[in-house]
């Protein structure tokens, strides 16, 4: 259960909102992203969208499981770090991704990895 429902679980409202304004953030950014020119419909990139969520949440979990030293463990970072890996594998792949986002992104990332 701690792998699927950890993204979800958080251990205070201020390290709740920190992992809230991140993925408002970037899921925006991920879900343009994901609507590629390739796409046939709005749908498809909405799936593609909740597809990428989930296989990030459910393997962030999973590495944590496996790989973190033996401690509690919450909160939807796996997640953030996930997207920001994400656009940053899009970007390098497809090359079209606008530069406010790529900058979004960044501070995103910046902050994010210095309230840390």
């Given at each position: ?14 390290h709740c909102c920190w992992n ?97």
């Amino acid at each position: 259960r701690g792998v699927v429902f950890g993204s979800f679980v958080h251990f205070s409202w201020g390290h709740c909102c920190w992992n809230a304004l991140a993925v408002v953030l970037l899921g925006p950014v991920v879900l343009c992203a994901a609507s590629s020119n390739e796409a046939t419909g709005d749908c498809e990139g909405v799936v593609r969208f909740a597809a990428a969520s989930a296989f990030i949440s459910v393997s962030s979990g999973f590495c944590v499981w496996c790989l973190a030293r033996p401690a509690l463990h919450a909160g939807a970072s796996g997640v953030v770090w996930g997207y920001v890996g994400l656009l940053v594998a899009l970007t390098l792949r497809r090359r079209d991704i606008p530069v406010g986002s790529c900058l979004l992104v960044l501070v995103v990332a910046v902050c994010y990895g210095c309230a840390a």
